[in-house]
């Protein structure tokens, strides 16, 4: 179980906190498709095995994460109907009060004529509800060794808690214990232990959800069993006290009142908007899109800012995976490809393959007459990109290091259905 214990704990802090985009689902047919061309490069390769070091199941994690961010630019990037340059001309969104509220365009280009632009004045940001216990001495125990529980219901659900209280432990430990059950309950609350100046310690208890509906008057409710021990427990806890109701967002568009359960919210299926503060009264943030050639700039910068990741990928298992050097030939090419085009508009190539941006030139490319054929170089640019991002994306085990064991005999090798991908088998198996 070690190694999937450490390839598990390496993706989870890495990259467990990162929201997936509509770019992460994928059709029946975009699914089978990937599978048939996994077994297909199974069917082809030689039997090797892994040479197993730390750094090989981080390597191959590396890869699939960097080559997943490629491809949802990229995809981002062909939303767009086909034609030069309109790629590169999503729709940005820009708020002119980005510390009150943030927007983020998730609509159609063609029809974002309709809402050039519009205000909105932040009343109040929603708030999740939260239950502070009491504060106790950290060192003490105020209640006696034995088995407790009690009954916690949300709006949908009613859960009984179960814990055992040890002659050895104290009220801090007990706070710890009840933290973790709760949160790791997974039923839409995280629960911590927090302290005050003097040292006491208790036992907090949050909604990860916000905001209340009319006929709701809260998000979750604790009360004890009706025996004197669990009555005893949640007085000495105080877990049952309200510390902050929930609340909704209140905000004013366009002059006109509105809220919201969340402070993350769409607004004609065409804007995603987060609340992060309060507006100053009758000061409202206008809410727009950027000029076409700030948009233009910024897409362009997205798409460099993720193949230069992929090339930093490769360079940070250099010492540890010889092989990663095939990470960063196939990658940077890309850019070797079209290098005296790209530098013509902006987009310089240093002698490792790495992008950066010209901003003043790459905005004169851009705006000038002959923007059409910058932006032909772009696309294909992209595209070409996307390809080397979608094999490395199949196989990520072909650029760590490995000893061959045989080479199937050409023309008559078969499909190894128990191997569809080395990768997922390296994720389970440590002796892979």
């Known amino acids: 179980m070690a190694g999937i214990d450490t390839a598990y704990n390496y993706y989870l802090s890495t990259y467990g906190k990162q929201s997936a985009s509509r770019y992460d689902s ?5 699914l089978r498709s990937i599978y048939n061309n996994i077994v297909k490069i199974n069917k082809d390769s030689p039997l090797y095995k892994i040479k197993h070091s730390g750094d090989v199941q981080k390597f191959a994690i590396d890869i699939k994460e960097s080559t997943r961010v490629i491809k949802n630019v990229i995809a981002s990037l062909s939303d767009a109907e086909e034609g030069i340059g309109n790629a590169f001309q999503k729709k940005i969104a820009v708020s002119s009060q980005e510390d009150v509220v943030s927007a983020d365009f998730i609509g159609d280009s063609k029809e974002s004529e309709e809402t050039d632009s519009f205000l909105i004045e932040v009343k109040q940001l929603a708030s999740s509800q939260v239950n502070l216990g009491n504060f106790l001495d950290k060192d003490n125990l105020s209640l006696r060794p034995g088995s407790y529980s009690f009954d916690l219901e ?12 040890n002659s050895d432990d104290t009220n801090y430990t007990t706070q710890l214990k009840l933290s973790n059950l ?5 039923i839409g609350l995280k629960a911590s232990v927090v302290e005050d100046p003097n040292g006491l310690s208790a036992l907090q208890i949050e909604s990860v959800s916000t905001g209340i509906a009319p006929e709701e008057n809260y998000l979750f409710s604790i009360y004890p069993q009706g025996t004197r ?7 000495a806890l105080g877990i049952d006290h309200v510390a902050q109701e929930a609340g909704n967002a209140v905000f004013l568009l366009d002059g006109v009142e509105r809220s919201a359960y969340s402070n993350t919210f769409t607004i004609n299926h065409a804007f995603e908007l987060t609340l992060r503060g309060l507006s100053e009264e009758g000061n409202p943030a206008v809410i727009g899109f950027k000029t076409n050639a700030d948009a233009m700039a910024e897409n362009i910068q997205t798409l460099v800012d993720s193949y230069n990741s992929i090339l930093h990928t490769a360079n940070k298992y250099s010492d540890s995976q010889h092989q990663s050097v ?13 290098q005296n085009s790209l530098e013509s508009m902006g987009l310089l190539v240093d002698d490792k393959g790495e992008i950066s941006i010209d901003k003043a030139l790459l905005t004169e490319s851009v705006s000038e007459e002959n923007a059409e054929e910058h932006l032909s ?10 390809t080397k991002a979608n094999n490395a994306s199949l196989d990520p085990m072909k650029y760590v290091d490995k000893i061959i064991v045989t080479y199937k005999n050409p023309g008559k090798n078969l499909v190894t259905p128990y191997i569809t ?3 997922s088998g390296m994720m389970m198996d440590r002796y892979c």
């Open 326 to 338: 095939k990470l960063y030939r196939d990658m940077s090419s890309t850019a070797f490809t079209f």
């Open 421 to 423: 991908s080395i990768y």
């Open 229 to 235: 021990d669990s009555i005893s427990a949640i007085d």
């Open 182 to 186: 709760i949160t790791n309950a997974d």
């Open 377 to 386: 170089v772009l696309n294909e640019f992209k595209n070409l990109l996307n």
């Open 26 to 30: 994928h059709k029946k047919s975009e």
């Open 154 to 165: 949300n709006t949908s659900s009613a859960f009984e808690f179960q814990f055992t209280i």
